[in-house]
């Protein structure tokens, strides 16, 4: 059973950092690029973030500079590092793993993360 444990969120302040991490289980995570989206009331779900199989990266332009992804493959995590973060930030953060070859897509549960004073 594959599960994507996404873990990190809160309430933060304008300017402030939160740390976003997804646990992977049941998958080949070296074999799935991993992603980070979120989702705002009344929006669509965007991506945020991606980080390849190979380790590429990249990102929304409205994230440039301010957010970074990373994963270890030995710990089957993806993390998000949210900097400087602002209240359009503010949304539902979903993991997300796309199998290399196309053959699975999986979603985490979410994560609130809120910035607001």
């Known amino acids: 059973q594959v599960q994507l444990v996404e873990s990190g969120g809160g309430l933060v302040q304008p300017g402030g950092s939160l740390r976003l991490s997804c646990a992977a289980s049941?998958?080949?995570?070296?074999?799935?690029?991993m992603g980070w989206y979120r989702q705002a009331p009344g929006k669509q779900r965007e991506l945020v973030a991606k980080?390849?199989?190979?380790?590429?990266?990249a990102y929304a332009d409205s994230v440039k500079g301010r957010f970074t992804i990373s994963r270890d493959n030995a710990k089957n995590t993806v993390w998000l590092q949210m900097n400087s973060l602002k209240p359009e930030d503010t949304a539902v953060y979903y993991c997300?793993?796309?199998?290399?070859?196309?053959?699975?897509?999986?979603w985490g549960q979410g994560t609130q993360v809120t910035v607001s004073s």
């Open positions: 049941g998958i080949i995570f070296s074999f799935y690029a």
């Open positions: 997300n793993a796309v199998h290399d070859m196309g053959s699975g897509n999986y």
């Open positions: 980080i390849g199989s190979g380790g590429s990266t």
